[in-house]
């Protein structure tokens, strides 16, 4: 029967085992996923299977550029002590690279594309848990590509616990495109420009407004008025080229990046396990750090 890659990946997510293992074992057992997780324990093929259910929500963000074409990637580990491993970052800028240097569209493409030593990006991951100890995965990557005119923005926080990829037109200036990706990192925003944010989203906003300025009992004739007001700044602080550049406050990012020749038009921010479950130890530390 025919496996798929959906089948594939939750394999491997149940057993830590390489993807072509997986892919093997589910053929050898017709696509039984049970079936297929004691065919590889019994072949003592899924080494990192006792990690598999832990959660890998720490890690590293990293980027590289090879001339226009740059790359931002993501891999997680089970503790920051990991992150801090000269062999993990040497591990994330190695994925990294792979990224640039084969094009690939997702993880399960790279997890299948061989390294310059010949060994997959896979058997690298396998080899890299069973030295740190640790769980360890690659969640997700961006490739991003400009011209000789324009400029990469390349920064990293807090040794890459937050990662940003800024793209800016019209300028070469990669020491500006750099300040702006600081500011994605500081401040978070969720789009370049207004012109990004989609229909839905504005008409949920404004009916929010609405609701809030009506609760405040303003006046329905006046409402609209209001609920304009609000909105523009609603979209001033979810998009980056209208928000006060962190660095100048006095001016918007947009004019900051006008007054060296440049545009932003484009740009990835990741943050180590945002939107992923933490472990709960990882939280009780958190709330005892605080009542300090």
Known sequence: MAISAKLVKELREKTGAGMMDCKKALTETDGDIDKAI??????????????????????????EQIGNDAA?????SETDFVARNEGFQELVKEIAIQVLETKVNSVEELLETKLAD?????????????????????????????????????????????GVLSVVEGTTDEEAAKDVAMHIAAINPKYVSSDQ???????????????????EGKPENIVEKMVEGRLRKYLQEICAVDQNFVKD????????????????????????????????????????????
């Open 38 to 63: 004691d065919y590889l324990r019994e072949k003592g093929i899924s080494k990192a299977a006792k990690k598999a259910d832990r959660i890998a929500a720490e890690g590293l963000v990293h980027a």
């Open 118 to 162: 010949g060994k997959t990006v896979d058997e690298r991951m396998k080899e890299s848990i069973a030295t740190i100890g640790e769980k360890l995965s690659i969640r997700r990557f961006a490739v991003r590509t400009k011209t000789d005119n324009d400029a990469f923005g390349i920064y990293k926080h807090m040794g890459g616990r937050i």
């Open 197 to 215: 944010v989609n229909d839905e989203e504005i008409a949920h906003e404004k009916e929010v407004l609405k609701q809030q300025a009506l609760n």
């Open 72 to 76: 931002i990637v993501e891999i997680n």
């Open 249 to 292: 406050p006095d001016q918007t990012v947009e004019a900051y990046l006008k007054s060296k020749g440049g545009k932003l038009v484009d740009f990835v921010r990741y943050e180590v396990g945002e939107g992923m479950e933490k472990r709960e130890e990882n939280f009780a530390d958190e709330v005892k750090g605080q009542m300090k």
